[in-house]
């Protein structure tokens, strides 16, 4: 399988193309017509191209090459962030990958511009950087709740962009993706963390409160892709109440990243035909 074999064209998960999300059922799993079963083996199949990607974007990061991809994931709790870094980051070589979650802040952090946390975390040459979570919740909770004033998170759809941006004029591919489930899946899912001893862990009940702002939630995210879906850092809306089409889109999100990249393996920087004499003889 080459990257050019995309069992789904991802530019159909655009905004612009899958028009509000009110209007988008997560049920569905646009582009592709198969079922559970094919969906899982075909991403599996596609992990082995998507590894052979991230090596050479790794290799190339050891080559000096400043280029990085970064992946940010948003979603309601639930939603399946972790998932995605299990099940898809899980496919490559985990040296290549740099994953960074973001919770509440600390009061150090805080204490700094909201974007000082997430610099930090930016992948560094050669990476694939995760972000579970991000600088968008910045203009997701903390709007929703109105954790600061109106004015000071209105102004931060720019600030993100133009910080979206300077990335990208830096060689960071930045793509964002939105995991968009329905309240009655988040409910099931909840309730099944309730029926399960090995996933008690993960239950918070804070999550049934935050149930409450769904509406205003999913308000704040139609203004993040209104207000930040710009061509350099695109975000793709990715229907994930089926976790294996989520992680099937994300893994061709990816794909479709590094392969604009043109990675071709970088010329050695040594005589190959010396050193294999030299080994010969050693
Ligand atoms: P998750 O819900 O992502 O699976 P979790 O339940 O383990 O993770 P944490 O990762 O500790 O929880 O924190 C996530 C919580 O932190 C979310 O409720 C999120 O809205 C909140 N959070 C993240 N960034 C901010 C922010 N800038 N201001 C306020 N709250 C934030």
């Not at 998507?50 to 190339?60: N, V």
């Amino acid at each position: 399988m080459s990257s050019s074999d995309a069992p789904l064209s991802v530019d159909i998960l655009r905004p612009s193309a899958m028009g509000p999300i009110a209007d988008v059922d997560p049920r569905d799993t646009p582009g592709f017509d198969g079922g559970k079963s094919a969906g899982k083996a075909i991403r599996k199949a596609r992990g082995e191209v998507l590894a052979d990607l991230q090596e050479r974007l790794y290799a190339h990061g050891r080559s000096g090459d400043p280029r990085s991809v970064l992946l940010v994931l948003q979603g309601m709790d639930t939603s399946g962030k972790g998932g995605i870094v299990r099940h898809v980051m899980g496919m490559v070589d985990p040296q290549g990958v740099s994953h960074a979650s973001f919770g509440k802040p600390t009061d150090e952090e805080l204490a700094h511009h909201f974007l000082w946390r997430i610099r930090k975390k930016v992948p560094a040459a050669g990476q694939i950087g995760v972000f579970d979570r991000s600088h968008y919740e910045d203009v997701l909770v903390v709007r929703v709740h109105e954790l600061v004033p109106h004015d000071v998170w209105a102004s931060r759809y720019d600030t993100i962009t133009e910080f979206e941006r300077e990335l990208v004029r830096t060689e960071t591919t930045v793509v964002k993706v939105f995991l968009h489930i329905s309240h009655d899946e988040q409910r099931d899912r909840l309730a099944r963390r309730l029926d399960r001893p090995d996933k008690y862990w993960k239950y918070n009940p804070g999550d049934v409160d935050e149930r409450r702002y769904w509406s205003a939630y999913q308000e704040a995210y139609q203004a993040v892709l209104d207000r930040t879906d710009i061509d350099e850092a695109p975000w793709f809306v990715v229907p994930a109440d089926h976790k294996w089409f989520a992680r099937l889109a994300v893994t061709e999100i990816l794909i479709e990243a590094l392969s604009h990249l043109d990675l071709r393996w970088p010329a050695p920087d040594l005589d190959v035909d010396v050193e294999k004499k030299r080994l010969a003889e050693s």
